[in-house]
Protein backbone atom coordinates (compact mmCIF):
# COMPACT_ATOMS: atom_id res chain seq x y z
CA UNK A 1 0.00 0.00 0.00
CA UNK A 2 1.28 3.28 -0.73
CA UNK A 3 -0.09 6.79 0.52
CA UNK A 4 0.01 9.77 -1.45
CA UNK A 5 -0.35 13.50 -0.27
CA UNK A 6 0.44 16.38 -2.33
CA UNK A 7 1.71 19.71 -1.41
CA UNK A 8 2.65 23.32 -3.26
CA UNK A 9 -0.39 24.36 -4.82
CA UNK A 10 -1.86 28.03 -4.79
CA UNK A 11 -2.70 30.80 -7.10
CA UNK A 12 0.09 32.64 -9.13
CA UNK A 13 0.39 34.96 -12.18
CA UNK A 14 0.89 34.22 -15.86
CA UNK A 15 4.64 33.84 -16.58
CA UNK A 16 5.64 32.09 -12.79
CA UNK A 17 6.48 29.51 -11.25
CA UNK A 18 5.60 26.40 -8.48
CA UNK A 19 7.10 23.24 -7.31
CA UNK A 20 4.26 20.07 -6.20
CA UNK A 21 5.69 17.63 -3.83
CA UNK A 22 3.46 14.44 -3.23
CA UNK A 23 5.17 12.48 -0.51
CA UNK A 24 4.77 9.13 0.22
CA UNK A 25 4.35 6.42 2.95
CA UNK A 26 5.39 2.96 2.54
CA UNK A 27 8.69 1.22 2.11
CA UNK A 28 7.97 0.27 -1.66
CA UNK A 29 7.93 3.88 -2.99
CA UNK A 30 11.00 3.41 -4.90
CA UNK A 31 9.74 0.79 -7.14
CA UNK A 32 6.95 2.57 -8.26
CA UNK A 33 6.44 4.29 -11.27
CA UNK A 34 5.27 8.10 -10.58
CA UNK A 35 2.83 10.40 -12.29
CA UNK A 36 1.37 13.52 -12.04
CA UNK A 37 -2.38 13.98 -13.46
CA UNK A 38 -4.53 17.32 -13.56
CA UNK A 39 -7.91 17.49 -13.93
CA UNK A 40 -10.65 20.80 -14.54
CA UNK A 41 -14.52 20.92 -13.69
CA UNK A 42 -16.14 19.44 -16.66
CA UNK A 43 -13.05 17.36 -18.34
CA UNK A 44 -11.51 13.72 -17.94
CA UNK A 45 -8.24 13.55 -15.53
CA UNK A 46 -5.32 14.32 -18.09
CA UNK A 47 -1.79 12.92 -17.91
CA UNK A 48 0.79 15.76 -17.34
CA UNK A 49 3.95 14.45 -16.53
CA UNK A 50 5.84 10.52 -14.96
CA UNK A 51 8.97 9.14 -13.84
CA UNK A 52 10.41 6.12 -13.66
CA UNK A 53 10.84 4.18 -10.36
CA UNK A 54 15.12 5.22 -10.26
CA UNK A 55 14.47 8.80 -12.03
CA UNK A 56 16.15 7.72 -15.21
CA UNK A 57 12.93 8.35 -18.20
CA UNK A 58 10.66 10.94 -17.63
CA UNK A 59 7.38 11.53 -19.68
CA UNK A 60 5.82 14.78 -20.60
CA UNK A 61 2.59 15.74 -22.01
CA UNK A 62 3.02 17.65 -25.09
CA UNK A 63 1.36 20.88 -23.45
CA UNK A 64 3.88 21.05 -20.74
CA UNK A 65 6.94 20.20 -22.39
CA UNK A 66 9.85 22.18 -21.77
CA UNK A 67 8.21 24.04 -19.24
CA UNK A 68 7.41 21.69 -16.58
CA UNK A 69 9.88 18.75 -14.74
CA UNK A 70 9.11 15.88 -12.91
CA UNK A 71 12.10 14.91 -10.23
CA UNK A 72 12.00 12.36 -7.81
CA UNK A 73 14.12 11.68 -4.32
CA UNK A 74 13.56 7.60 -3.21
CA UNK A 75 15.32 8.96 0.25
CA UNK A 76 12.89 11.15 0.90
CA UNK A 77 10.16 9.22 -0.49
CA UNK A 78 8.56 11.96 -2.69
CA UNK A 79 8.11 13.30 -6.30
CA UNK A 80 8.28 16.69 -7.14
CA UNK A 81 6.35 18.85 -10.13
CA UNK A 82 8.58 22.30 -11.07
CA UNK A 83 5.80 24.19 -12.89
CA UNK A 84 7.47 27.02 -14.85
CA UNK A 85 6.15 29.79 -17.27
CA UNK A 86 2.59 28.57 -15.80
CA UNK A 87 -0.46 29.52 -18.36
CA UNK A 88 -3.78 30.06 -17.26
CA UNK A 89 -4.87 27.24 -19.33
CA UNK A 90 -2.61 24.98 -16.76
CA UNK A 91 -5.43 26.21 -13.85
CA UNK A 92 -6.15 22.61 -12.42
CA UNK A 93 -6.22 20.27 -9.55
CA UNK A 94 -3.26 18.15 -9.40
CA UNK A 95 -3.26 14.84 -8.50
CA UNK A 96 -0.05 12.44 -8.25
CA UNK A 97 0.05 9.02 -8.34
CA UNK A 98 2.21 5.68 -8.19
CA UNK A 99 1.58 2.21 -10.74
CA UNK A 100 3.12 -0.89 -10.35
CA UNK A 101 4.08 -0.56 -14.07
CA UNK A 102 5.33 2.18 -16.44
CA UNK A 103 2.31 3.31 -18.11
CA UNK A 104 0.86 7.23 -18.52
CA UNK A 105 -2.63 5.97 -18.93
CA UNK A 106 -4.75 7.46 -16.17
CA UNK A 107 -6.72 4.01 -15.52
CA UNK A 108 -3.53 2.25 -14.77
CA UNK A 109 -2.80 3.98 -11.49
CA UNK A 110 -2.97 1.99 -8.30
CA UNK A 111 -2.36 4.98 -5.75
CA UNK A 112 -3.71 8.24 -6.05
CA UNK A 113 -3.29 11.48 -4.00
CA UNK A 114 -6.22 14.05 -2.94
CA UNK A 115 -4.95 16.58 -5.18
CA UNK A 116 -3.94 20.29 -4.70
CA UNK A 117 -5.51 23.17 -6.56
CA UNK A 118 -3.52 25.17 -8.86
CA UNK A 119 -4.25 28.33 -10.07
CA UNK A 120 -2.65 30.57 -12.92
CA UNK A 121 -4.50 34.27 -13.10
CA UNK A 122 -3.51 36.38 -16.74
Known amino acids: QVQLVESGGGLVQAGGSLRLSCAAS????????MGWFRQTPGKEREFVAAISWNGARTYYADSVKGRFTISRDNAKNTVYLQMSSLKPEDTAVYYCAGAREPTVVVNSYNYWGQGTQVTVSS
Open 26 to 33: GRTFSSYF
